[in-house]
């Protein structure tokens, strides 16, 4: 059988790759797809999503290096690939997307609401543009199913390309920077691999101005504590108003709302004694985003934040077979029959996140970038507060309207 490589890459946050496994026979009862529809909704995958980015959060975390993932990437880009699967394959797709008692159909339908409704998004003071795509070398054709799935439940772009030519890379990369106005310039190199047969993107590109802009006057140096207590100076915004305040007795934190409605925010979690953010980790998964969130009390305050700029790349192998999606990486076990015509066997080879984020006086600007390939061997305060993030600290990007968390992460160094 031939050696296939199909890359689909989605940016969001997160990249994939598949590898090719042997022939699996299937039967015509096992590709058999249940089309009944329920009433599942988006506030599902948004919880799903949600639940899957603190966990892969918790995988990523521990050696206290900057972390930033885009969850609802990862998710949508996982998503995409999740119709290709059959038998066990699809059982551990399932299980880890949170889909066990969900039906294909309500899956995609779950995911093209969230899709339109993020979209919708969009105001003066906010940006938030979301695209998938898939880029299929012209030796393959996709199985029809599988290209109204991308195009209609995805809104996904499809194009050939040689995998031959560098010049199909070039066309990809542009393709990624044109989507997040040039923040990710250069997510796949040449040459592609011998295999290739396809690549999935899905990406996110954020830009949202503060309701309440720090003003650049203010802005001065002052510490940063970071990694073993290491002191570095950097440049500190400073802003006074009236803020949803959060206080336990392990972490502290406040909501920083983008544009005149407050239509997504920016939560920014601090540990309250220490400099483990272990605990506001713990605290999700013990407590669950949303009742963590509903804590915050507005309230008058001054909130002292590090301005700074990181760019994040992230290979997600590992990660995803930890909690449990092991199959779509083995080679002589995945299954993933419903994507190409003919009986060529697909895995994945690699799941890889890029990200960038940059916080200033006048707002935030964030991107992620996911990408997936294929191939084949064949309580209330009365005193004003002071917040000051000058150790590490925890942030999330929210959509508050449908309460998606677009980025994540653990914040140890702001250079």
């Not at 995911?111 to 003066?124: P, T």
Request: aromatic residues 10%.
């Amino acid at each position: 059988m031939r050696r296939i490589y199909l890359m689909l890459a989605m940016f969001l946050t997160f990249t994939i790759i598949f590898s090719g496994c042997q022939n699996n026979e299937v039967t015509d009862e096992e590709n058999e797809i249940d089309d009944t529809v329920t009433n599942s909704s988006y506030e599902e995958i948004v919880q799903a999503s949600n639940n899957f980015g603190f966990q892969v959060l918790e995988e990523l975390a521990g050696d206290k290096d900057n972390l930033f993932i885009s969850p609802v990437s990862l998710y949508m880009a996982l998503s995409m690939v999740y119709p290709s699967t059959i038998d066990e394959t699809k059982a551990e797709m399932e299980t880890l997307l949170q889909l066990e008692d969900a039906k294909l159909d309500e899956m995609k339908a779950a995911n093209a609401e969230l899709f339109e409704k993020l979209q919708n998004s969009n105001s003066d003071e906010i940006t938030l543009q979301i695209a998938n795509s898939l880029w299929l070398d012209d030796k393959f054709q996709l199985k029809e199913d599988y290209t109204e799935t991308i195009e209609k439940d995805f809104h996904g772009e499809i194009s050939t390309i040689d995998a031959t030519s560098d010049a199909s890379v070039e066309e990809m990369n542009k393709w990624v920077r044109n989507k997040t106005e040039n923040k990710l310039t250069e997510i796949i190199e040449a040459p592609l691999a011998e295999d290739f047969v396809a690549m999935l993107f899905n990406v996110v590109y954020f830009n949202g101005k503060w309701q309440h802009p720090f003003d650049k006057a203010n802005t001065e140096k002052d510490t940063f504590y970071g990694v073993n207590y290491a002191e570095k100076e950097v440049d500190f915004m400073h802003l006074r108003a009236d803020l949803d305040y959060i206080e336990t007795d392990q972490y502290k934190g406040v909501r920083l709302p983008y544009g005149d409605e407050g239509d997504m925010s920016m939560y920014a979690l601090i540990p309250t004694d220490s400099h483990d953010i272990s605990a506001i980790h713990g605290a999700f998964a013990d407590k669950g985003m949303d009742v963590i969130l509903e804590d915050a009390k507005e309230q008058k305050g001054v909130v002292n934040l590090p301005k700074f700029e990181l760019e994040y790349e992230q290979s997600l192998n590992d990660v995803l077979q930890n909690l449990g999606m092991k199959r779509a990486f083995d080679q002589n076990k995945a299954q993933l029959s419903e994507m190409i015509t003919g009986d060529d066997i697909l895995h994945i080879s690699e799941v890889k996140q890029m990200t960038y984020l940059d916080i200033n006086e006048a707002g935030t600007e964030a991107a992620a970038a996911t990408n997936v390939g294929i191939e084949t061997t064949s309580a209330t305060i009365e005193e004003p507060f002071e917040l000051t993030f000058d150790h590490p600290f925890v942030i999330l990007i929210v959509d508050e309207a449908t309460d998606t968390v677009l980025f994540i992460g653990d914040i140890y160094d702001v250079s």
